[in-house]
């Protein structure tokens, strides 16, 4: 009785982990821009992918899969997030972002006080080279 109230416990979150990886695979190819696609790439995504190894570790029943499968989900969701953050990122800086869709659009301000920050620290740069050479 156990092992079939476990094995369909496993059949639903196989069957929901592969039905969000299907959505986030279709908000790939249905999404109009950049960041929406991002969007659909990693969300549905990871939780897909925990629905998927959580029914895999109650089907497969054994410790070291099962702790195998949690270093895999623990990876997903250390890198997952991250690495599209810093494409989305690289993508906004390099203009293939129609910043004209964004709601807000912070990313500009901190890259305008970033320059100036910039422009700041070049010139106390200059003039600490100036004066250490004697030319003040």
């Not at 990886?21 to 821009?33: H, K, M, Q």
């Not at 997952?80 to 912070?106: C, F, N, Q, W």
């Amino acid at each position: 009785m156990t092992e079939t109230v476990l094995d369909v416990v496993a059949a639903a979150l196989l069957l929901g982990g592969s039905l969000l990886a299907f959505i986030a695979g279709l908000g790939i190819v249905r999404f109009p821009d950049l960041l929406s696609r991002m969007h659909a790439a990693t969300k549905p995504q990871v939780l897909g992918l925990m629905l998927l190894m959580t029914g895999l570790g109650i089907e497969l029943r054994n410790f070291t899969a099962g702790v195998t499968l949690l270093l895999v989900v623990a990876f997903q969701l250390v890198t997952g997030p991250i690495s599209a953050h810093m494409l989305s990122r690289a993508a906004y800086r390099t203009g293939k972002v129609d910043s004209s869709t964004l709601l807000v659009d912070e990313l500009t301000e901190d890259l305008a006080r970033a320059a100036k920050l910039d422009e700041l620290d070049r010139l106390e740069l200059e003039r600490r080279t100036a004066a250490a050479r004697g030319e003040d």
